[in-house]
């Protein structure tokens, strides 16, 4: 037992340090209700679906208007370990595959590059 707590008190903080990746998304044109839509019932869904798996550890879908009207999207996606992260891109097209097949859920005929446009993102760790 003392060892194994000596093991654990030598390893790396990050290793136990949660990473988030969060992109930056500008609304376009008023486009509000199509990037609302968008992000619930495509972004969102996988989320749902990849944190019931296993493979992250949190998800968060935060939109604001400013006063003058302008919207800004910020998505938050968190992993577990650095393992957990390195296989983000194997994990979640296990998640979206069925999805594939129907094709992305938008609200009208307006593609994702009309409404939204993802400005900056970034990779956190946490301490």
């Not at 790396?12 to 199509?34: H, M, Q, Y």
């Not at 400013?66 to 957990?84: K, R």
């Not at 005929?109 to 990779?123: Q, Y």
């Amino acid at each position: 037992m003392r060892c194994a707590l000596t093991l654990l008190l030598l390893l790396p903080l990050s290793a136990a340090a949660e990473i988030l990746v969060v992109d930056f998304v500008k609304v376009l044109d008023g486009n509000d209700e199509e990037a609302r839509y968008y992000y619930e019932k495509n972004w969102k869904k996988h989320r749902i679906e990849a944190a019931k798996r296993g493979y992250i550890s949190s998800y968060k879908l935060m939109i604001r208007t400013s006063d003058d009207g302008v919207t800004d999207i910020v998505l938050m996606t968190g992993f577990a370990s650095e393992s957990a992260y390195q296989a983000r891109e194997e994990n979640f097209e296990k998640v979206m595959a069925p999805s594939r097949e129907k094709g992305v859920r938008l609200l009208n005929e307006k593609t994702p590059g009309e409404f939204r446009k993802v400005v900056d993102n970034a990779t956190y760790v946490s301490d």
